[in-house]
């Protein structure tokens, strides 16, 4: 995820889902479970809600250039 392997919210999601991956420091709370029908949908329509596409192409709130 970090590293960019996954790609889209639904890969993270199913990720998640599937338990992560074995490691010998992940925590014992992290285990695999399932989705309730629309679930996974629901959550990726209120994480994407919270996009504002326009703030990112706004110039006014772009890089503030060398302001040191």
Not at 18 to 45: C, E, H, M, T, Y
Request: proline share 7%.
């Amino acid at each position: 995820m970090l590293d960019g392997h996954l790609a889209t919210l639904e890969e993270v999601l199913g990720h998640f889902a599937s338990g992560g991956l074995a490691r010998p420091n992940r925590s014992v709370r992290i285990s695999v479970f399932s989705w309730k029908p629309g679930g996974q949908d629901a959550l990726i329509r209120s994480l994407k809600s919270l996009t504002d596409p326009e703030f990112f192409s706004n110039p006014a709130f772009g890089n503030p250039g060398n302001v040191f």
